[in-house]
């Protein structure tokens, strides 16, 4: 490191205009409630700082350099206008830190890229570029005529399932009445074999056959007996009339119930004959089982008709079964094609209209959709980031490969947010160093949780690598920056002493001081923009002198 005296002159050398504007600017500022003083010491020999020397050889860290002694007094009222503020420089341990350049990009499962389901027009559109969403918020309406007519294919295989499971049931229904006529049927043929084993089909005709010849024999004794005694009577009749004794009528009247008795007992004879033929048909019919025969015939048909409506009553309800089977299929597939259609944007009470939702909660970074547009299925509507984690690609040289684990922390910074520390995580490490710049790409998953990290931001990003040492930290804001040199500001019992520091690798505590400060030493952390224009305005007046 040069000499002070040699130091302060390049410093004046590149003192631009605009320090000069800050310079005067802060110093009209302060004045008004206080005021400051630039005491120079001829040598550095303060007490103070030959301590802090001493503390930061404990340390581990390099004796400070020579620095400029010259030393910032103000009052109170003076530091307390500036907003001065500081805290003691701290002993810490931590890693050395590897510092490579890095990209930042979105997650690509945290990337959505909107599409319509289906071909149809835009007729609404809820968002724009800029807006943030949530998973499922409604994007867009859509109306397609293809979701109408798979909404009315739906429909129409609805009816057809419902007319099925109609014809179903009323199958189902004839089935049950065929089978109660079978198993009547069945269990009557069943009771006709059983009487017919006992031939009750025969035996009661037989015994009325029987009946009716003791009936007809009876009729023709009477019969005989009557036209015995009136021809009898129809021969004393005419001998009294050949005798003049009875009159020519009661003759004529005895001859004709002698005719009628006749008459009755030919009338009997035939009634015997015919019960005899009838009982001896009978006992034929009883000997040869032939009316059993005739009834089991009978009732074993009418069992069979039975059964034979019971199996076509059978078949008639797998058909149904099958052609309510089949139309549940057709609405299971109309139901697949609309829902293929339709996605999870089913607009209820329309069967025309579709809903575009946000797949992912996120903020819309492109809007290429506009009302009355026709679009497409492979129509690029919206692209929706979610930005609440980011991925960092850090380039990590070669040589450094071996000293980054998964899993590590890493602490990431950006221009746009000066003192800010973004931590992350390495997640993976790339299998193929580039050929050009030798370095192999490191992803670090970096929260993102206030949004501030942007896709394509250049990064810092610090990988702790190595056992941890105790190093002297101060924070980041502590550090003034001039050209290649870099300052802190020493509190000391007559002011504000600049130090010239060497900074050594960043840590997630502060800034590694490797000399210039030693740990517990005092140092303005805020407020040190005002010391450094006080510093630029004595510097220009040692110019002027």
Same mark, same amino acid.
């Given at each position: 490191m040069s000499e002070p005296s040699t130091t302060n002159a390049s410093r004046r050398g590149r003192l631009t205009a605009s320090h000069l504007i800050a310079a005067v600017t802060v110093s009209v500022a302060i004045g008004a409630a206080g005021t400051f003083a630039i005491v120079k010491h001829a040598d550095s020999g303060d007490a103070q700082h030959k301590e802090a020397a001493r503390s930061q050889a404990v340390a581990g860290a390099e004796e400070p350099a020579a620095s400029s002694t010259t030393v910032i007094a103000l009052s109170a009222?003076?530091?307390?206008? /500036?907003? *001065?503020?500081?805290?003691?420089?701290?002993?810490? $341990?931590?890693?050395?830190?590897?510092?490579?350049?890095?990209?930042?990009?979105?997650?690509?499962?945290?990337?959505?890229?909107?599409?319509?389901?289906?071909?149809?027009?835009? &007729?609404? *559109?809820?968002?724009? &570029?800029?807006? @943030?969403?949530?998973?499922?918020?409604?994007?867009?309406?859509?109306?397609? &005529?293809?979701?109408?007519?798979? %909404?009315?294919?739906?429909n129409n295989a609805r009816r057809v399932v419902e007319q099925a499971a109609s014809a179903v049931a009323t199958?189902? $229904?004839?089935?049950? !009445? /065929?089978? &109660? @006529?079978?198993?009547? $049927?069945?269990?009557?043929? !069943?009771?006709?074999? %059983?009487?017919?084993?006992?031939?009750?089909?025969?035996?009661?005709?037989?015994? $009325? /056959?029987?009946a009716e010849v003791s009936a007809a024999q009876t009729e023709l004794a009477q019969a005989e007996a009557e036209s015995q005694a009136r021809s009898s009577a129809s021969a004393r009749a005419e001998r009294l009339f050949a005798a003049q004794v009875a009159s020519r009528a009661e003759m004529e009247d005895a001859q004709a119930q002698k005719r009628q008795s006749e008459a009755r007992v030919a009338q009997a004879r035939s009634r015997v004959t015919l019960a005899t033929d009838a009982l001896a048909r009978e006992e034929r019919v009883h000997k040869g089982g032939l009316l059993d025969k005739q009834v089991i015939d009978t009732a074993s048909a009418e069992a069979r008709a039975a059964q034979a409506a019971f199996a076509t009553a059978r078949r008639q309800e797998g058909d149904a079964v099958a052609s309510f089977l089949s139309a549940k299929t057709s609405l299971a597939t109309s139901q697949s094609n609309l829902g293929a259609l339709e996605g999870s944007g089913h607009a209820v009470g329309s069967e025309g209209l579709i809903i575009l939702h946000a797949p992912i909660s996120g903020v819309v970074t492109e809007r290429t959709a506009t009302v009355g547009q026709a679009v497409e299925r492979s129509s690029s509507l919206f692209r929706i980031e979610n930005l609440n984690a980011v991925q960092v690609t850090a380039n990590v040289p070669e040589a450094n490969v071996a000293r980054v684990k998964q899993g590590q922390t890493a602490r990431v910074s950006v221009q746009a947010f000066p003192g800010r520390t973004f931590t992350g995580v390495v997640t993976s490490i790339g299998n193929r160093v580039d050929e050009k710049t030798r370095a192999l790409p490191v992803r670090i998953l970096v929260d993102n949780a206030r949004g501030q990290l942007r896709a394509e931001m250049y990064a810092d990003v610090s990988l702790g690598v190595g056992s941890p040492s105790k190093h002297v930290t101060v924070p980041l804001s502590a550090v003034d920056e001039d050209g290649d040199e870099r300052f802190v500001y020493v509190e000391t019992a007559k002011g504000f002493e600049r @130090?010239?520091?060497?900074?050594?690798?960043?840590?997630?505590?502060?800034?590694?001081?490797?000399?210039?400060?030693a740990a517990g030493e005092r140092v303005a952390v805020a407020g040190v923009f005002v010391l450094k224009s006080e510093m630029k305005k004595d510097e220009l007046k040692g110019d002027e002198d």
């Open positions: 009222s003076a530091r307390a206008a /500036a907003g *001065i503020r500081v805290q003691p420089a701290l002993l810490t $341990a931590a890693s050395e830190q590897l510092r490579v350049p890095g990209l930042v990009d979105t997650l690509p499962n945290r990337i959505a890229s909107v599409t319509p389901p289906v071909f149809g027009k835009l &007729v609404r *559109i809820d968002v724009g &570029v800029g807006d @943030r969403v949530r998973a499922g918020q409604v994007l867009a309406l859509i109306d397609s &005529v293809d979701v109408s007519q798979a %909404h009315s294919a739906v199958a189902k $229904a004839q089935v049950n !009445e /065929a089978r &109660v @006529r079978a198993d009547a $049927a069945s269990a009557a043929l !069943e009771r006709q074999r %059983h009487m017919a084993q006992a031939g009750m089909f025969s035996q009661a005709p037989r015994a $009325a /056959a029987q @130090r010239n520091v060497t900074l050594g690798p960043g840590s997630g505590k502060g800034v590694v001081i490797k000399s210039g400060v």
